[in-house]
């Protein structure tokens, strides 16, 4: 299925941009998140390819495995589908959901979630629910 996708992707872009190959920004931006958090599924559990793959993926956090990994994407791709699609959410840990958000940036890039938690406005704003 995740073969099909990336073949649609890339597809639609070469047709959209009239040039072959696609860029490959183009076709990463074009995925869906839930194409990227099924790449760290069991799925693709395949023996010492992601023991590499996921310290590249997260080199800031070396103790996340990766079904730690694939549980944090897969809970915030759920949080994220939710609020899209204007569905409660008050219901679901969102106070975890935020420091699994947090984990996993850093995991990516200290200075992005650098960036993000000095913009960052959840627990204000947690804080002040009625």
Partial sequence: MDQSRLQDTITRQEKTRGVKPAPLPAIVADLSAGFWVSQISK?????????????????????????????????????????????????????????????????????????????CTFMETWNARP
């Fill in 43 to 119: 799925s693709y559990e395949i023996p010492y390819a992601w023991r590499h793959n996921l310290a590249r993926i997260f080199p800031h956090d070396r103790a996340l495995d990766m079904r730690s990994a694939w549980t944090i994407c897969d809970e915030l791709l759920t949080l994220r589908n939710r609020i899209a699609h204007h569905e409660p959410i008050f219901y679901l840990p969102l106070e975890q959901r935020h420091r699994d958000l947090q984990r996993a940036v850093a995991a990516m890039c200290p200075g992005t979630h650098a960036f993000a938690e000095a913009s």
